[in-house]
Protein backbone atom coordinates (compact mmCIF):
# COMPACT_ATOMS: atom_id res chain seq x y z
CA UNK A 1 0.00 0.00 0.00
CA UNK A 2 1.39 3.68 -0.52
CA UNK A 3 2.24 4.95 2.38
CA UNK A 4 -0.13 8.25 1.33
CA UNK A 5 -2.78 6.08 0.99
CA UNK A 6 -2.26 4.56 4.14
CA UNK A 7 -1.87 8.38 6.04
CA UNK A 8 -5.14 9.44 4.45
CA UNK A 9 -7.00 6.61 6.07
CA UNK A 10 -5.53 6.98 9.46
CA UNK A 11 -6.46 11.07 8.79
CA UNK A 12 -10.49 10.07 8.15
CA UNK A 13 -11.13 7.82 11.18
CA UNK A 14 -9.53 10.26 13.28
CA UNK A 15 -11.55 12.91 11.72
CA UNK A 16 -15.02 10.95 12.00
CA UNK A 17 -14.10 10.10 15.74
CA UNK A 18 -13.78 13.71 16.48
CA UNK A 19 -16.94 15.41 14.87
CA UNK A 20 -20.07 16.31 16.74
CA UNK A 21 -22.61 13.89 17.16
CA UNK A 22 -26.20 14.78 16.81
CA UNK A 23 -28.27 14.61 20.01
CA UNK A 24 -31.68 13.46 17.97
CA UNK A 25 -29.39 10.49 16.76
CA UNK A 26 -27.48 9.73 19.84
CA UNK A 27 -29.46 6.99 20.93
CA UNK A 28 -30.70 5.85 17.51
CA UNK A 29 -34.06 8.26 17.61
CA UNK A 30 -35.19 11.80 16.44
CA UNK A 31 -36.93 13.97 18.67
CA UNK A 32 -39.96 15.27 17.63
CA UNK A 33 -41.80 18.03 19.31
CA UNK A 34 -45.57 17.40 19.44
CA UNK A 35 -47.98 20.38 19.27
CA UNK A 36 -51.22 19.97 21.74
CA UNK A 37 -53.94 20.01 18.63
CA UNK A 38 -56.07 22.43 20.99
CA UNK A 39 -53.90 24.85 20.85
CA UNK A 40 -53.85 24.95 17.11
CA UNK A 41 -57.00 24.92 16.84
CA UNK A 42 -57.00 27.92 18.99
CA UNK A 43 -54.17 30.03 17.86
CA UNK A 44 -56.07 29.53 14.14
CA UNK A 45 -59.41 30.35 15.68
CA UNK A 46 -57.44 33.81 16.64
CA UNK A 47 -56.11 34.47 13.74
CA UNK A 48 -59.08 34.22 12.37
CA UNK A 49 -60.56 36.74 14.33
CA UNK A 50 -57.84 39.06 13.22
CA UNK A 51 -58.42 38.89 10.16
CA UNK A 52 -62.15 39.20 10.29
CA UNK A 53 -63.44 35.84 9.39
CA UNK A 54 -65.88 35.04 11.99
CA UNK A 55 -67.50 31.61 11.02
CA UNK A 56 -63.90 30.18 10.70
CA UNK A 57 -62.84 31.63 14.03
CA UNK A 58 -66.16 29.78 15.45
CA UNK A 59 -65.23 27.01 13.73
CA UNK A 60 -61.75 27.10 15.31
CA UNK A 61 -62.93 28.14 18.81
CA UNK A 62 -66.12 25.61 19.27
CA UNK A 63 -63.95 22.21 19.64
CA UNK A 64 -61.93 23.11 22.22
CA UNK A 65 -65.01 25.16 23.81
CA UNK A 66 -67.38 21.61 23.68
CA UNK A 67 -64.53 19.69 25.34
CA UNK A 68 -64.76 18.98 29.47
CA UNK A 69 -61.43 20.78 30.71
CA UNK A 70 -62.51 24.47 32.51
CA UNK A 71 -58.63 25.30 31.64
CA UNK A 72 -57.26 28.38 30.77
CA UNK A 73 -57.20 27.25 26.53
CA UNK A 74 -61.10 26.69 26.75
CA UNK A 75 -61.35 29.70 28.66
CA UNK A 76 -58.96 31.61 25.35
CA UNK A 77 -61.50 29.62 22.85
CA UNK A 78 -64.45 30.86 24.49
CA UNK A 79 -63.69 34.79 24.42
CA UNK A 80 -62.96 34.02 20.84
CA UNK A 81 -65.71 32.74 19.72
CA UNK A 82 -68.36 35.39 22.28
CA UNK A 83 -66.52 37.95 20.32
CA UNK A 84 -67.16 36.64 17.16
CA UNK A 85 -70.78 35.88 17.31
CA UNK A 86 -70.80 39.62 18.82
CA UNK A 87 -69.02 40.89 15.51
CA UNK A 88 -70.94 39.02 13.01
CA UNK A 89 -74.23 40.47 14.46
CA UNK A 90 -75.60 36.36 15.71
CA UNK A 91 -74.95 36.17 11.68
CA UNK A 92 -72.88 32.67 12.89
CA UNK A 93 -74.12 31.02 16.52
CA UNK A 94 -71.13 29.78 18.72
CA UNK A 95 -70.85 26.09 16.97
CA UNK A 96 -70.00 28.15 13.87
CA UNK A 97 -73.10 27.52 12.20
CA UNK A 98 -75.28 30.15 9.57
CA UNK A 99 -78.20 31.71 11.69
CA UNK A 100 -80.60 33.20 9.09
CA UNK A 101 -83.56 34.27 11.72
CA UNK A 102 -84.05 37.77 12.98
CA UNK A 103 -85.05 36.03 16.43
CA UNK A 104 -82.19 33.34 16.22
CA UNK A 105 -79.60 36.15 15.68
CA UNK A 106 -80.83 37.67 18.84
CA UNK A 107 -80.70 34.28 20.60
CA UNK A 108 -76.93 33.24 19.70
CA UNK A 109 -76.49 36.95 20.47
CA UNK A 110 -77.85 36.03 24.21
CA UNK A 111 -76.06 33.37 24.61
CA UNK A 112 -72.90 34.86 23.90
CA UNK A 113 -73.62 37.82 26.51
CA UNK A 114 -74.10 34.82 29.04
CA UNK A 115 -71.04 32.97 28.26
CA UNK A 116 -69.07 36.53 28.25
CA UNK A 117 -70.82 37.14 31.85
CA UNK A 118 -68.85 34.05 32.63
CA UNK A 119 -65.59 34.47 31.68
CA UNK A 120 -65.88 38.01 32.89
CA UNK A 121 -66.85 36.80 36.51
CA UNK A 122 -63.41 34.79 36.20
CA UNK A 123 -61.44 37.50 35.02
CA UNK A 124 -63.20 40.81 35.97
CA UNK A 125 -59.34 42.54 36.60
CA UNK A 126 -58.48 41.97 33.35
CA UNK A 127 -58.49 45.06 31.15
CA UNK A 128 -58.94 43.13 28.05
CA UNK A 129 -61.50 41.16 29.52
CA UNK A 130 -63.28 43.99 30.55
CA UNK A 131 -63.26 45.52 26.96
CA UNK A 132 -64.55 42.31 25.33
CA UNK A 133 -67.22 41.58 27.54
CA UNK A 134 -68.36 45.53 27.11
CA UNK A 135 -68.22 45.20 23.21
CA UNK A 136 -70.40 41.62 23.29
CA UNK A 137 -73.59 43.18 25.72
CA UNK A 138 -73.24 46.60 23.39
CA UNK A 139 -74.74 43.88 21.05
CA UNK A 140 -78.38 43.50 23.42
CA UNK A 141 -79.99 46.93 23.35
CA UNK A 142 -81.06 45.92 26.99
CA UNK A 143 -77.19 45.92 28.06
CA UNK A 144 -76.13 48.60 26.37
CA UNK A 145 -76.01 51.38 29.25
CA UNK A 146 -74.18 48.81 31.30
CA UNK A 147 -71.61 48.38 28.52
CA UNK A 148 -71.56 51.94 28.00
CA UNK A 149 -70.79 52.57 31.34
CA UNK A 150 -67.86 50.34 31.34
CA UNK A 151 -66.36 51.45 27.87
CA UNK A 152 -66.49 55.01 29.39
CA UNK A 153 -64.67 54.31 32.62
CA UNK A 154 -61.89 52.27 29.98
CA UNK A 155 -61.68 55.36 28.23
CA UNK A 156 -61.35 57.85 30.88
CA UNK A 157 -57.88 55.71 32.24
CA UNK A 158 -57.16 55.22 28.68
CA UNK A 159 -57.22 51.24 28.64
CA UNK A 160 -60.01 50.56 25.85
CA UNK A 161 -57.57 47.62 24.27
CA UNK A 162 -59.69 47.30 21.23
CA UNK A 163 -60.66 49.33 17.76
CA UNK A 164 -63.57 47.27 17.69
CA UNK A 165 -64.46 48.43 21.18
CA UNK A 166 -63.72 52.03 20.50
CA UNK A 167 -66.03 51.43 17.56
CA UNK A 168 -68.86 50.22 19.79
CA UNK A 169 -68.23 52.82 22.47
CA UNK A 170 -68.73 55.39 19.64
CA UNK A 171 -72.25 53.56 18.15
CA UNK A 172 -73.22 53.75 22.23
CA UNK A 173 -72.75 57.55 22.21
CA UNK A 174 -74.86 57.65 19.04
CA UNK A 175 -77.88 55.93 20.38
CA UNK A 176 -79.45 57.67 23.16
CA UNK A 177 -80.10 55.21 26.52
CA UNK A 178 -83.29 52.86 26.37
CA UNK A 179 -83.94 54.58 30.04
CA UNK A 180 -83.96 58.28 28.75
CA UNK A 181 -87.45 60.12 27.90
CA UNK A 182 -88.18 60.87 24.34
CA UNK A 183 -87.55 64.50 25.64
CA UNK A 184 -84.32 63.68 26.74
CA UNK A 185 -82.86 61.87 23.82
CA UNK A 186 -81.65 65.49 22.06
CA UNK A 187 -80.12 66.79 24.70
CA UNK A 188 -77.64 63.50 25.70
CA UNK A 189 -76.98 62.84 21.53
CA UNK A 190 -75.79 66.82 21.59
CA UNK A 191 -73.52 65.92 24.97
CA UNK A 192 -72.31 62.53 23.80
CA UNK A 193 -71.70 64.08 19.94
CA UNK A 194 -68.26 65.23 20.21
CA UNK A 195 -67.28 62.06 22.63
CA UNK A 196 -68.51 59.43 19.81
CA UNK A 197 -66.03 61.59 17.72
CA UNK A 198 -63.31 60.84 19.91
CA UNK A 199 -64.15 57.56 19.76
CA UNK A 200 -64.51 57.19 16.74
CA UNK A 201 -61.06 58.58 15.88
CA UNK A 202 -59.37 56.45 18.37
CA UNK A 203 -60.74 53.77 16.35
CA UNK A 204 -59.29 54.40 13.05
CA UNK A 205 -56.33 55.10 14.86
CA UNK A 206 -56.18 51.34 16.09
CA UNK A 207 -58.12 49.55 13.29
CA UNK A 208 -55.83 47.57 10.36
CA UNK A 209 -59.05 48.33 8.76
CA UNK A 210 -60.84 51.38 9.04
CA UNK A 211 -64.38 50.14 7.71
CA UNK A 212 -64.89 48.13 11.14
CA UNK A 213 -65.15 52.31 12.69
CA UNK A 214 -68.12 53.20 10.45
CA UNK A 215 -71.82 53.04 11.45
Known amino acids: MHPWAKWIGSA ?123 EVLSHLPERREQALRTLAELESADLVSSAHAYAALARLRSTPPRSAPGWVAPAWLAMQHAKAKVAHARCERMATKKELCAG
Request: net charge neutral; hydrophobic share 40%.
Open 12 to 134: VLAAAALAPIRDGWACGNEVEIQVDPRTQSVQRAERALERGEWRAALQGAAPVMRGQRKDGLSLRASAIAVLAVARSDGKYGLDGAEVADGERRRAELERAATLSDEIHGLKKDDVAVRTNHA
